[in-house]
């Protein structure tokens, strides 16, 4: 089974991390950055020499689900490198009045980044809107080199009545629409193991790391 690195430097070979974001810090704000974090290995691959240097953005989709909190995790641990950034976008619908709850949310998790990995780059937005509008917005304006998805087990039914659910559905259309290099992460149960990652090339590979 190939290694998490493996695969990464597979699907870079293949996308190049597109980036020309720039590190910066607004002037205070949900929008904002959290902090400016120190750095760690700030390499990618896919060069015929093996090696780049080069700096990213990678943002990662949250609320209040488990499945994102995975994936957000598994973006800090298996993608963010010293010097990149690292974005947490919760997008909330527009009919929601009260957004105190998401920008409780999204400052939690990105202090939780921060402590497991001070040397990423961290910062939370919270943006209302519709939620496809609103990350294909965001994804370009920031100029974001991977997005990561969290992805949740189906429900037995809808995989007995091979369907999708309405998650499925937004990760498979950003997957295939977005620019930039989109990875859908689901958790395995404990008694497996790893993740299964789905991206324009990749439905459920199974990585153990």
């Known amino acids: 089974m190939p290694s998490s690195d493996l695969f990464l430097r597979q699907l870079s070979s293949k ?15 949900w929008g904002s950055s959290l902090k400016q974090m120190e750095g760690m290995n700030n390499v990618c691959y896919g060069s015929e020499t093996g090696f780049f240097a080069m700096k990213k953005r990678v ?17 800090l641990t298996h993608v963010a490198n010293s010097g990149d950034i690292l974005t947490l976008l919760h997008v909330v619908p527009s009919s929601e009045s009260n957004k105190s709850s998401a920008h409780f949310l999204v400052s939690t998790l990105g202090s939780l980044c921060k402590a497991c990995k001070p040397e990423v780059e961290v910062e939370a937005l919270v943006i209302q809107g519709p939620k496809l509008g609103t ?12 997005l990561i998805l969290g992805q949740k087990r189906p429900s037995s039914l809808l995989y007995c009545l091979c369907l999708k659910s309405s998650t499925e559905e937004f990760v498979e ?4 629409t977005f620019d930039c290099l989109t ?22 590979f199974w990585l153990l790391a």
């Not at 996308?15 to 704000?29: D, F, L, Q």
């Not at 609320?63 to 957000?72: G, L, N, R, V």
């Not at 990350?135 to 991977?146: A, F, I, Y």
């Open 15 to 29: 996308e190049g991390w597109k980036s020309n974001s720039r590190r910066w810090v607004g002037g205070g704000g």
């Open 59 to 75: 943002m990662v989709l949250v609320d209040q689900s488990s499945y994102s909190k995975h994936a957000m995790i598994w973006a």
């Open 135 to 146: 990350v294909m917005s965001q994804v370009k304006k920031l100029e974001v080199s991977v």
């Open 173 to 176: 259309q950003c997957i295939n």
């Open 183 to 204: 990875i859908g992460v689901r958790k395995q149960s404990q008694g497996i193991g790893g993740y299964l990652i789905s991206t324009r090339w990749h439905k459920n």
